[in-house]
């Protein structure tokens, strides 16, 4: 079946470097992808998202671009912030009117 | 802004009380699920609604009961709680027409089952 395969965690990493969390997936169709995050004590919330191959998806300086060829939607940031520190969740969307698959989540921490 | 709310935030269950968890929702999504998130499994999905009136298992259904309400409301029932079911539960809408995009999540239910 459809599956998410994220990067473990921790990632630890300074103030202002660079950023990058493996995701790849496994689908038989042409699925949405997704970064959701979750900061501490509070529900998941959207990042990004790409629907179709060579999409990049962008928002708070984080970005990922949808690689069909490589099956992978990595997370990327050039400079992170001690606020970027939460729990990143990929996802995919298989087809309309089914529910989001999930991986496991990498949990980032930023220390100043 | 509500969203998504669920109650209650915290609870602590002995072995064999049931309860109920509610949540409820005010963007007028058709679609409304329950996840449940243990450390390093992520979200794993218990049962969702995609309509009023409709509901379906998903990857962890067992121990586990729902009632889609109305629109709003959909709310997640444990018979007779087991250690295993200590987690934090997630109950998530959307609108379908947007193919599943952007799921507006509530702020959890921490459960301890002792």
């Known amino acids: 079946g459809d599956s998410v395969t994220q990067m473990e965690g921790p990632v630890t990493l300074s103030e202002e470097a660079f950023l990058t969390i493996n995701c790849t997936y496994t689908?038989?169709?042409?699925?949405?992808l997704f970064w959701y995050v979750q900061y501490p004590g509070e529900g998941l919330q959207l990042l990004l998202k790409?629907?179709?191959?060579?999409d990049k998806g962008s928002n708070k300086g984080f970005e990922a671009t949808y690689r069909k060829e490589t099956t992978s939607f990595h997370l990327e940031k050039g400079s992170v912030q001690v606020s970027d520190s939460a729990v990143y969740f990929c996802a995919l969307s298989p087809q309309a009117g089914t529910a989001l698959i999930f991986g496991k989540g990498t949990t980032l921490s930023v220390s100043s | 802004n509500a969203g998504v709310t669920q109650t209650p935030k915290f609870q602590v269950l002995k072995t064999g009380q049931s309860m109920t968890l509610q949540c409820a929702q005010d963007?007028?999504?058709?679609?409304m699920y329950w996840y449940r998130q243990d450390p390093g499994m992520g979200l794993r999905l218990i049962y969702y609604s995609a309509s009023e009136g409709t509901t379906d298992k998903g990857e962890v259904p067992n121990g586990y009961n729902v009632s889609r309400l109305n629109k709003r409301e959909f709310s997640l029932r444990l018979e007779s709680a087991a250690p295993s079911q200590t987690s934090v539960y997630f109950c998530?809408?959307?609108?379908?027409?947007?193919?599943?995009?952007?799921?507006?999540f509530g702020s959890g239910t921490q459960l301890s089952v002792l």
């Open positions: 998530a809408s959307t609108d379908p027409g947007q193919k599943n995009e952007k799921l507006f």
């Open positions: 689908a038989t169709g042409y699925p949405s």
């Open positions: 963007m007028n999504h058709n679609s």
């Open positions: 790409a629907t179709k191959a060579d």
